[in-house]
């Protein structure tokens, strides 16, 4: 069975081009695409044994870990408050609210605060740090001073260098974020209170990442997390299936192909959402399906699967601003590493517009208290345009992951509700 119809290529790109909402299964797909990746589960497991080693560590240097030991983890909660908007039955709706991931608030930091940690061990090890195996003692002065000649570098919409920022310098790291115009200035303040070096772009998020590359490329002391081509980054996010693994057993849900679990994933460069689906592949196959979301003004990824070929190709090629509400989501151009891992495992795709993705904002907030950013919320954008046109077993059950939000200060999330949801945002017709 088809969850998620397929669409013509002609008839997708006019939409696409057109700036319009549009829903197709993924036309590159195919069964068992991970089995000659170079990537596998192992690769998350050892991962996953890294974040545990930190664990005591990231309890020492973050207040807030002290009740999870270390471990930065978000809940999956009950979606039955908003079931009733999309026609779903009780338990059938799921929220994976990395929007409250602790640290950093979204669901970048999986990936931002896995790639800082491999790097300090890397350092650590180098400078004879690590002979106890004690990760605690990478807290100590003499860790700290070690730590201190060396600076990590990122380019960013806004939430992979506000994680990187924090964590970097939590344990003594420098940090310098290249922020592109769509970042927010509460992100930059925070970071700059930590003793980061906030550098601001006027242009898109392409050329921050890439003035952050050549600086870095030009220093040895410095360290570039390049969100356009780490594998470790990806592998940072693709942990995520293992921790879900465990939240959906204690939540008695069990994935089967005949009872799938759908899952909708926001997504700008492709990294956070291509690495959950390499990891929920790897972990659960054809039984979990994914499906990715964009704003309508900025579709890289759903505009890639249909010219495959074409790496290099952008949004604006089509006509497209880049411009949307969702910040975290404003991203020309697709990684060609994500898209070369996942883009025959992907199942479905979706966009959306910016006042569907306030709507959501709206309501999350009201009926749940859950305070999401436009990207955050634009899975239930999302699988509200789908449920319609999908023809779904009747044990299917779906997980919006909310990406990002819960951290936005009063002053960035009141104007979000009180804006008029008929002019909202620049992204299109509903
Ligand atoms: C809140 C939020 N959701 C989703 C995404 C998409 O992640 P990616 O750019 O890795 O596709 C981002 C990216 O910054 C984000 O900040």
């Known amino acids: 069975m088809q969850l998620i119809p397929s669409r013509p290529a002609g008839e997708v790109m006019r939409a696409l081009s057109a700036g319009q909402p549009c829903v197709f299964a993924n036309p590159l797909k195919v069964p068992d695409a991970l089995a000659n990746s170079r990537l596998s589960l192992a690769d998350i497991e050892a991962a996953e044994g890294r974040l545990r080693r930190f664990a005591p560590l990231l309890q020492a240097v973050f207040p807030e870990l002290e009740e999870t030991g270390g471990i930065i983890e978000s809940p999956l909660l009950p979606g039955d408050a ?45 400078a004879g740090l690590l002979t106890e195996g004690d990760y605690r003692s990478l807290g100590s002065r003499e ?19 506000f994680s990187i920022g924090l964590t970097a310098r939590a344990l003594g790291l420098g940090a310098e974020v290249h922020m592109s115009s769509e970042a927010k200035a509460w992100k930059k303040a925070r970071l700059r209170k930590v003793g980061a070096t906030v550098v601001e772009h006027e242009g898109d998020y392409r050329s921050a990442v890439a003035e952050a590359r050549r600086i870095a490329e030009a220093d040895p002391k410095r360290y570039f997390v390049d969100d356009e081509h780490s594998e470790t980054l990806f592998i940072g ?56 979301v964009q704003p309508v003004e900025a579709p890289c990824f759903l505009l890639r699967a249909l010219r495959p070929d074409e790496p290099d190709i952008t949004v604006y090629d089509i006509g497209r601003t880049n411009r949307t509400v969702a910040d975290g989501m404003a991203v020309p151009c697709v990684s060609d590493l994500v898209f070369q891992l996942v883009g025959k495992a992907v199942d479905g795709f ?36 789908v449920l319609p046109e999908m023809e779904r077993p009747a044990r299917a059950r779906f997980v919006v992951w909310t990406t990002g939000g819960a951290m936005l200060p009063d002053d960035e999330f009141e104007p979000l509700l009180t804006t008029s949801l008929s002019s909202a945002g620049t992204g299109g017709a509903r």
Request: net charge negative; charged share 20%.
């Open 143 to 161: 860790a700290r001073d070690c730590f201190s000649g060396h600076t990590v570098v990122v380019g960013s919409t806004g939430n992979l260098g």
């Open 82 to 126: 908003l079931a009733s908007y999309v026609g779903l039955q009780l338990e059938q709706l799921w929220i994976k609210a990395d929007s409250a991931l602790p640290v950093a608030g979204s669901v970048k930091a999986r990936g931002g605060v896995y790639e800082v940690l491999a790097f300090a061990e890397k350092i650590a090890r180098e």
């Open 350 to 385: 979706v966009s959306v517009s910016d006042p569907a993705m306030l709507d959501w904002v709206n309501r999350t907030w009201r009926d749940m208290e859950l305070r999401l950013e436009p990207s955050g919320a634009a899975g239930f954008a999302a699988l509200e345009r």
């Open 237 to 292: 996010y693709a942990t995520a299936a293992l921790r879900l693994k465990e939240q959906f057993a204690q939540a008695g849900i069990v994935p089967t192909e005949e009872a799938p679990v759908v899952v909708f994933l926001p997504c700008g460069v492709g990294g956070a959402p291509g690495g959950i689906t390499f990891g929920l592949k790897a972990v659960f196959g054809e039984a979990v399906k994914t499906v990715l």
